[in-house]
């Protein structure tokens, strides 16, 4: 049990809550997309929580007489599961569920369900070939295959950590150095304008592609009256301002069709439900696609802007500054 001297731990536990979810909360309301489901957004929040308590639990670890307390051993074991839980199943399970093409919850229900089951069995084929390796060359007996499942996380985990932390340790000191070279700054800003503009006008051409898909297959045949609510379903959607380019003198003729077995099964009057179903998971995918590079592009645009004002300033400034460093010695 705790002694008095560690009655301290109650209020940096509370404070640092607080903090933990005030930062989790802040975080999700800046990122999430408004398309994000509500369950989706709870599962981040719940797994950015978890994760980032591990800054606030390591004192706490680390403290005498604390970190050893066997009070502690549940609260670190119930964290560990839960992440591992949310990292490992309920997280990919509930990404193949909102990204889906399907139209009812029990088909959406269905294909998460297989995709994850075909992952997991890529996964535990890998699992069962190391198993049989180590179990020939070492003294492993099938008891330790719950500690081997937990190394292979803890691997994954620890190997991730390791490139997004390494990637942090020289980009973050890089970020703010070229932050205070404006023409630095700016150069990065214009190179990563072009990449932006590229990948914003990939995005466009795919979302038009599959308007002018969706626009052939609504209208050929009696598949209107066949796939009524298929296509409703597609409609909502499909933001008003790019429904415009489905009809009306703005709509698209001829656009670069890439979708090609798509394409083919409208023509040959063989369009099946599956079908929609991919037509319905690629307009989520490109037009969030579009979205998220039209919004990264004009938040650059305006840096960019921002940046040049301010080099401009310092140019003058630094002009200024060595006419009247010159005028001095002059005299």
């Known amino acids: 049990n705790m002694g008095s001297k560690d009655l301290g731990l109650i209020p940096y536990f509370l404070i640092s809550t607080i903090i933990l979810l005030l930062i989790t909360t802040y975080l999700l309301r800046s990122y999430a997309h408004i398309s994000v489901p509500r369950h989706g957004r709870f599962i981040v929040w719940l797994s950015w929580t978890l994760c980032f308590s591990i800054i606030f639990i390591l004192p706490m ?191 698209i003729s001829n656009p670069d069709v890439t979708f090609d077995d798509l394409d083919n099964n409208i023509d040959s009057n063989d369009l099946k439900r599956k079908h929609l179903r991919k037509i319905h998971m690629l307009f989520k995918i490109w037009l969030f696609q579009l979205e998220r590079t039209n919004a990264m592009f004009q938040k650059t645009i305006n840096d960019s802007f921002y940046f040049e004002e301010l080099a401009t300033i310092n140019n003058q400034y630094g002009i200024s500054t060595s006419s009247s460093s010159s005028s001095s010695s002059s005299s």
């Not at 932050?179 to 990449?195: E, G, P, T």
Request: a positive charge.
């Open 61 to 251: 670890d680390l403290r005498p007489h604390v970190g050893d307390n066997e009070a502690m051993y549940p609260f670190y074991v119930a964290v560990y599961w839960t992440c591992f839980f949310l990292t490992w199943i309920l997280t990919p399970f509930q990404s193949a569920f909102i990204k889906s093409g399907a139209f009812g919850t029990k088909e959406r229900l269905f294909d998460a369900v297989k995709l994850n089951i075909i992952f997991f069995i890529v996964v535990g084929i890998v699992i069962v070939i190391a198993f049989i390796y180590l179990s020939l060359v070492t003294t492993l007996s099938p008891g330790n295959l719950g500690a081997i499942l937990q190394a292979f996380g803890n691997l994954w985990g620890i190997s991730f950590a390791v490139m997004t932390m390494g990637y942090g340790l020289v980009e973050i000191p890089r970020y703010f150095w070229h932050k205070s070279d404006y023409n630095k700054r700016l150069q990065y800003l214009y190179f990563k304008i072009a990449q932006l503009q590229e990948s914003k006008e990939n995005a466009r051409d795919r979302v038009d592609e599959l308007l002018y898909l969706y626009r052939k297959a609504k209208n050929k045949g009696n598949n209107k009256s066949k796939f009524v609510y298929e296509f409703a379903k597609i409609d909502e959607i499909i933001p008003n301002i790019e429904k415009n380019k489905i009809s009306g003198n703005n709509r």
